[in-house]
């Protein structure tokens, strides 16, 4: 046998071994690995955070492409001991901080019906938990996003003056809020805003009425209602580095000075105290490290207690945090307010006027599924003085809560 016809044999019984052990070859197979389909995938095991993948109920591609649920609950345990110019008292409470369902719809042409309420569920067991199922519109409108950098949104909504603030609670990395922020923002008035990139910075202006009305039993909804003012809004954001996104804004609110409420005729009032709020901040992360910053200015106030109409206030936020692994979490936060009233979480015996108040807060986050689910404690200790008299008032507070949100 010729060397040549050796040859050839063994190619044809190479190639027969190939077919019988890899089965038939189509057409458009050629350099493609055989794959024995028989053989049995391991499935990933089955997690709690799993449940959060089932929000969507529909998804399509005509005139309405997703419906998704959405909701969040968050609830805290707060145990409180306060120092009023030598007169001790407490407070110790399970709170239903945020209860909310709702609605979220895709259009086709990058149009979104949003909607989210307050719910209860009759029980009276702390703020939004108490009265009819639907207490109240937390948020509420349409946002057309034709590009990632333009976007028109019209309804009940945030105002996102602070950097804590345009924060979503969903995310926020302390159990609540500065004091100081607290003091100043508006309670999610009904307007429009457009938000565009412009020169290298994000840019958005808003038009707001502060005005919102209850239904015929007194209760819920806070529909919008022209009998009452206005105001406006206009933030900007920008990168100075890779690490480091400088957040501005100016919120007006039309009070008078300080001198008349701006939910004028409505049922409820749901702008600012303040009728001017300044500020600028930051926002970094250098590695497992991050730092956020806010300095903060408010003018005429209107009047509350000893606090006169006009008055004005202004503080600091500085929040560093420590990604220890990749859920667990350690947080700091220094906060000052000149004037105010107190906020949470030392606002729940009598919610007092107070001056030059310092707080200092430390806590662990534990991310169980990300942001979805986590776990938060903390302690926070407060200093101040009650505006007019200078009494001192001290109070330290543990908390310890839960998040979730789907």
């Known amino acids: 046998m010729t060397q040549p016809n050796k040859f050839r044999k063994l190619m044809t019984a190479a190639g027969a071994a190939a077919l019988i052990a890899g089965g038939s070859a189509t057409a458009g197979d050629y350099g493609k690995a055989i794959i024995d389909d028989k053989m049995p995938i391991e499935a990933d095991p089955w997690s709690i955070c799993d449940i959060f993948d089932y ?11 997703e419906v998704s649920l959405t909701g969040r609950y968050h609830g805290q345990m707060i145990s409180q001991s306060e120092d009023f110019g030598g007169v001790q008292n407490g407070f110790h409470q399970w709170q239903h901080r945020r209860a909310r369902i709702g609605l979220d719809i895709g259009f086709a042409d990058n149009f979104t019906f949003y909607s989210s309420f307050n719910v209860s569920d009759g029980s009276s067991s702390g703020p939004f938990t108490e009265g009819v199922f639907f207490d109240s519109l937390d948020e509420f409108g349409i946002e057309w996003e034709p590009t990632d950098d333009f976007y028109i949104n019209v309804g009940k909504q945030k105002q ?3 950097v804590e603030n345009a924060t979503s609670s969903k995310r926020i990395l302390t159990v609540e809020r500065s004091t100081i922020v607290n003091e100043v923002i508006s309670d999610k008035p009904w307007g429009i805003t457009v938000g565009f990139e412009f020169g290298g910075i994000e840019h958005e202006v808003g038009g707001w009425i502060y005005g919102a009305d209850e239904d015929s039993t007194g209760e819920r909804w806070d529909w919008a209602d022209f009998d009452s003012r206005g105001g406006f809004t206009y933030r900007g954001s920008f990168d100075i ?4 996104e400088i957040m501005y804004g100016y919120q007006f609110t039309n009070n008078a000075g300080g001198f008349a409420s701006s939910q004028g005729r409505a049922d409820n009032g ?3 105290a303040y009728s001017h709020v300044f500020h600028v901040g930051s926002k970094s992360e250098w590695g497992n490290f991050g730092l ?3 300095l903060i200015y408010a003018a005429d106030r209107e009047s509350t207690g000893a606090i006169p109409s006009g008055n004005d206030t202004g503080g600091v936020v500085i929040l560093p945090y420590y990604n220890i692994t990749d859920k667990l979490q350690a ?7 000149g004037d105010g009233r107190q906020q949470r979480t030392q606002r729940f015996n009598v919610r007092q006027r107070v001056d030059n108040m310092h707080t200092f807060y430390a806590g662990l986050n534990y991310y169980i599924c990300g942001q979805k689910l986590k776990l938060m404690g903390g302690y926070e200790y407060a200093t101040s003085e009650e505006y007019g008299t200078g009494v001192d008032i001290d109070s330290s507070t543990w908390m310890f809560a839960v998040r979730t949100y789907w």
């Open 270 to 272: 749901l702008g600012s």
């Open 55 to 65: 929000s969507t109920l529909y998804e399509g591609e005509g005139f309405i492409n």
């Open 292 to 294: 956020i910053t806010d």
């Open 331 to 337: 947080v700091a936060k220094y906060s000052y307010m």
């Open 160 to 162: 996102k003056i602070t």
């Open 241 to 244: 580095s890779d690490a480091t």
